[in-house]
């Protein structure tokens, strides 16, 4: 570590220092090792020197160790201090357990942190690599569209168990997987958790920080509280649900999955209805993207900084 702790030092229990840890469940790798090869990359303004097993709107997910990776590492975006990363492995460990308690088991999940310049700090949400045959987009590839498949049955279930005025969930298929047959849910890197009014309890100024200054205003007030605030509502989950399989390349399942949602909403969803959200959302990510690599190029030609993310080539949506 970079001060001279070992890996295992850097680890608790989550509910005094701000990192959630199931002892056992997650190997243990040397995080400051990671994020040494992460500035590099940023350096560079490349990935080509590590094992990158994807891309989150925020986060980038690193496989380590590079070339045969077993933990699968989710960077955050820097937080500007211990006690801001302290903050949300609390929120992190109490969504794991607000679903737990509501049937959704996560896959084995820790959030750790490191030092990054100077009082920032760095988290990584590590969880172990899964088979991609057990994987949610794979699964479906290989069978047959049907309304009562039992991961999509699971999912539908999901939903209604979590999503409500307090917790959301992000139920699109590539988030779940069925280890030894047992549905598990991997996307727990933010804890969707809201007050009483509906507030996000998370600091949406983390996420931010990912978009370009003179515009963080804007989205912070139009566009991420609906983003968030969209994942409490069944039925706008099961239209994300569906709509994301476009994405995925499985749209033959799509009038499975509207059949599987419209048994547990009031006011049914039609495939025209998921086509349009998918086009508008799939625009909304897009126009996103293209405002980070504007960024990114300002920040990198004109300014001679080093851009602190790395993003995604082009992305078929």
């Given at each position: 570590?970079?001060?001279g702790?070992?890996?295992e030092?850097?680890?608790?229990?989550?509910?005094?220092?701000?990192?959630?840890?199931?002892?056992?469940?997650?190997?243990?790798?040397?995080?400051?090792?990671?994020?040494?090869?992460?500035?590099?990359?940023?350096?560079?303004?490349d990935g080509?020197?590590l094992?990158?097993l994807?891309?989150?709107?925020?986060?980038?997910?690193?496989?380590?160790?590079?070339?045969?990776?077993?933990?699968?590492?989710k960077?955050?975006?820097?937080?500007?201090?211990?006690?801001?990363?302290?903050?949300?492995?609390?929120?992190?460990?109490?969504?794991l357990?607000?679903?737990?308690?509501?049937?959704?088991?996560p896959?084995?999940?820790?959030?750790r942190?490191?030092?990054?310049t100077?009082?920032t700090?760095v988290?990584?949400?590590?969880?172990?690599?899964?088979?991609?045959?057990?994987?949610?987009?794979?699964?479906?590839r290989?069978?047959?569209?049907?309304?009562?498949?039992?991961?999509?049955?699971?999912?539908?279930?999901?939903?209604?168990?979590?999503?409500?005025?307090?917790?959301g969930?992000?139920?699109?298929v590539?988030?779940?997987?069925?280890?030894?047959?047992?549905?598990?849910?991997?996307?727990v890197?933010?804890?969707?958790l809201?007050?009483?009014?509906?507030?996000?309890?998370?600091?949406?100024?983390?996420?931010?920080?990912?978009?370009?200054?003179?515009l963080?205003?804007?989205i912070?007030?139009?566009v991420?509280?609906?983003?968030?605030?969209?994942?409490?509502?069944?039925?706008?989950?099961?239209?994300?649900?569906?709509?994301?399989?476009?994405?995925?390349?499985?749209?033959?399942?799509?009038?499975?999955?509207?059949?599987?949602?419209?048994?547990?909403?009031?006011?049914?969803?039609?495939?025209?209805?998921?086509?349009?959200?998918?086009?508008?959302d799939?625009?909304?990510?897009?126009?996103?993207?293209?405002?980070?690599?504007?960024?990114r190029?300002?920040?990198r030609r004109?300014r001679?900084?080093?851009?602190?993310?790395?993003?995604p080539?082009h992305?078929?949506?």
């Amino acid at each position: 570590m970079a001060d001279g702790s070992t890996p295992e030092d850097d680890v608790s229990d989550g509910r005094e220092a701000g990192v959630g840890f199931r002892p056992g469940d997650v190997p243990i790798i040397d995080l400051d090792a990671v994020e040494a090869a992460v500035q590099q990359a940023l350096e560079r303004g490349d990935g080509s020197g590590l094992t990158l097993l994807g891309y989150g709107e925020i986060s980038l997910v690193v496989g380590w160790p590079t070339g045969a990776p077993v933990v699968a590492a989710k960077r955050l975006p820097p937080f500007p201090s211990a006690d801001a990363a302290a903050d949300y492995g609390r929120r992190f460990v109490a969504y794991l357990d607000r679903l737990a308690e509501r049937g959704v088991v996560p896959v084995a999940s820790a959030f750790r942190v490191v030092v990054g310049t100077g009082s920032t700090r760095v988290a990584y949400v590590t969880q172990a690599v899964l088979d991609p045959d057990d994987l949610g987009p794979a699964i479906l590839r290989r069978s047959a569209p049907d309304p009562d498949h039992p991961l999509l049955r699971g999912i539908v279930d999901a939903v209604g168990a979590v999503c409500g005025p307090r917790t959301g969930l992000d139920a699109q298929v590539s988030n779940w997987a069925l280890v030894d047959g047992q549905l598990r849910y991997l996307d727990v890197t933010t804890p969707m958790l809201f007050d009483p009014s509906g507030r996000a309890e998370l600091d949406l100024g983390l996420f931010l920080a990912a978009y370009p200054w003179a515009l963080r205003g804007l989205i912070g007030r139009f566009v991420a509280p609906d983003v968030i605030g969209a994942y409490r509502d069944p039925r706008r989950v099961g239209v994300d649900l569906a709509g994301n399989l476009l994405k995925e390349r499985l749209a033959e399942w799509i009038p499975s999955v509207i059949e599987a949602v419209n048994r547990t909403v009031e006011a049914e969803i039609t495939e025209d209805e998921v086509r349009r959200y998918y086009r508008s959302d799939a625009r909304l990510w897009e126009l996103m993207l293209r405002l980070r690599r504007a960024d990114r190029w300002w920040q990198r030609r004109i300014r001679r900084r080093t851009y602190p993310f790395l993003l995604p080539g082009h992305i078929e949506r």
